[in-house]
């Protein structure tokens, strides 16, 4: 059996899996591995695929491998770029306010950094947690990914250039020092509510406060009245 195009498929999480399998469902394309390590990135110079699609992956992938497909390779990301580049998209739209969605963007070195192929805004709630925007922003990004595809093969896409010196970043370290609560502190209420909810991802103990010389763990739930 001939496939129009063949597709190496970079990633681990829930929504990552999603897409993998529905690539795998279509029968003009074959999806040659499903990648997760750093080290097996080998794959893609023996295989060079036409397309390197990547969800859920968490290494920075060289220039000289994203150089190798002949289509590009493409990344979803559970954000609103160039809004919450970098990790914890999810928490840091509620902490800092910034509009929440998912992106489809081609890969280059930097940091979801490429040019922007498709996005859209994911509706959020006072009540919402992290966990509840976290599971709301995959299904969009399976949901982004299934609409576009078919106008990418067909090369029918305008693609939006992202300026570098808008939008937000944030690191893994930003993520940690966001879970120590100082109980000292001075904040104002609905600051910290929105914390305290961005954090609250069960089964994960993220918020946490140490008083009198023992910590204690933080979740919130927040309903509509």
């Avoid at 990790?87 to 070195?109: E, Q, R």
């Avoid at 930097?110 to 805004?121: C, K, L, P, S, V």
């Avoid at 976290?134 to 399976?142: C, I, N, P, S, T």
Wanted: hydrophobic share 35%; glycine share 6%.
């Amino acid at each position: 059996m001939t496939h129009d195009c063949d597709v190496i498929f970079l990633g681990i999480n829930d929504a990552g899996m999603r897409v993998y399998e529905w690539l795998c469902e279509q029968d003009d394309i074959f999806v040659h591995s499903l990648l997760t390590t750093r080290e097996q990135l080998s794959v893609v110079e023996s295989v060079k695929p036409d397309y390197l699609v990547s969800c859920g992956y968490r290494h920075i992938v060289p220039e000289e491998v994203l150089s190798i497909p002949s289509e590009g390779c493409l990344n979803l990301h559970p954000a609103y770029l160039p809004y919450n580049r970098g990790a914890n998209p999810n928490v840091w739209s509620i902490v800092d306010g910034t509009p929440a969605g998912v992106t489809l963007h081609y890969m280059d070195p930097g940091i979801d950094t490429g040019n922007i192929i498709a996005r859209r805004t994911v509706e959020t709630d006072f009540s919402d947690t992290g966990k509840d925007l976290y599971e709301r922003l995959g299904d969009a990004q399976v949901e982004l990914f299934q609409d576009v595809w078919p106008d990418i093969v067909e090369k029918n896409v305008d693609v939006i250039e992202q300026d570098a010196d808008a939008g937000t970043y944030h690191e893994t370290s930003d993520f940690k020092d966001l879970c120590h609560l100082d109980p000292h502190e001075e904040v104002k209420v609905k600051e910290l509510l929105n914390r305290l909810r961005a954090l609250t991802f069960p089964p994960y103990d993220n918020a946490e406060i140490e008083i009198d010389g023992d910590t204690y763990y933080i979740e919130i739930d927040i309903e509509r009245a």
